[in-house]
């Protein structure tokens, strides 16, 4: 048989995404970004140490709506992140498997993953 | 290796369209997956209008309708009709499932009626299953015991450790759950799939075989089991309301405790 004139039959263009799948590729490619995070932020702590004029000239573009809004995602890349870990953790010890549950916890990551960026919103703001 | 789009002889082209000749006022429309190895065109999207009022609940009942009324050369696979054989898994309204336990009732709207994701096709709704089962051969799945034969004792099991195998034992090999699995898609040569593992672990699990390490040790593999991220289509999907994800999770959980 000729198998490789057979087509192939259609896969990601036709299945439909559930919540399970759908944070489970969110969760790659936000680890994806917070690696280039977790560099980029290497190299601002690298440049304040040359001194007073490279820590000012980081903090006009921080203080632009533009940085603040990056500032806040990456809050919620990391905190999306950390929460989804924890349910893989629990799985890995064997629980969360059930459908129903693993739906209900794959929604609160997504709900916490906001919740959490509040947090360290608020806690950055205010308390410290 | 991961490839979103469809080669080029696979795309799918539009087809024919089907009107209704039964002027039944309770139409469904359904878009069905073709493709003939005789013609060497791509595959196409045929559209049926199905006559609802003279029609069975089952997707299958549709398909049986228009295979015998409208197209006698639509073709599927189909056995026992009520969810026990497996074999007419398809990927109906975006997941896989059993057309002859799937009500045509829960869907709204036009019904969409593909073969299995990512499989060879062989003819419309059939793909080729050869890979899974060649996998599903190398786990071995039999009673390997020091046993010959000819002690003529019984191999006994406790009510308790037969517990073990429920939830594991029901599996039909219907191949939903491995096919709709993005890792099984990416690397289905060589991760074993959901389908494969759950056997796996069935097998790893029975208190009255005697090679438990062994098997362990066979499928403790970056490709083979590793692959598995929780993607949990595979539970979402089985028809018969199995959890290869959770086998999945325990063969690690072994692995990692052993």
Known sequence: ?128 | MVKFNLPQNSKIEVGSYYKDKTNSTNLKKVNVYRWDPSTGNNPRIDTFEVDMDHCGPKVLDILFKIKNEIDPSLTFRRSCAHGVCGSCAMNIDGVNTLACIKSHTDINGELNVYPLPHLKVVKDLIGDLTTLYKQYESIQPWLKVEQTGEEKVELKQSQKDREKLDGHYECILCACCSTSCPSYWWNGDKYLGPAVLLQAYRWINDSRDGSKKERLKKVADELKLYRCHTIMNCTNSCPKGLNPAKAIGSIKKMLATS
Request: include cysteine; proline fraction near 2%; aromatic fraction near 16%.
């Open chain 1, 1 to 128: 048989m000729e198998k490789n004139k057979n087509p192939l039959s259609p896969h990601l263009q036709i299945y439909r995404w559930h919540i399970s799948s759908l944070l489970s590729i969110s969760h790659r490619i936000v680890g994806v970004i917070n690696i280039l995070i977790i560099t980029l932020i290497c190299f601002w702590v690298c440049s304040l140490l040359l001194g007073e004029n490279s820590y000012e000239s980081t903090r006009e573009v921080l203080k632009t709506f533009f940085g603040k809004f990056l500032i806040i995602s990456f809050c919620w890349t990391f905190s999306f992140h950390i929460l989804n870990e924890i349910r893989h953790i629990a799985w890995d010890m064997g629980y969360g498997f059930d459908l129903k549950v693993a739906k209900i916890t794959g929604i609160l990551v997504f709900l916490g993953s906001f919740i959490l960026t509040a947090l360290f919103f608020i806690v950055g703001k205010y308390f410290i």
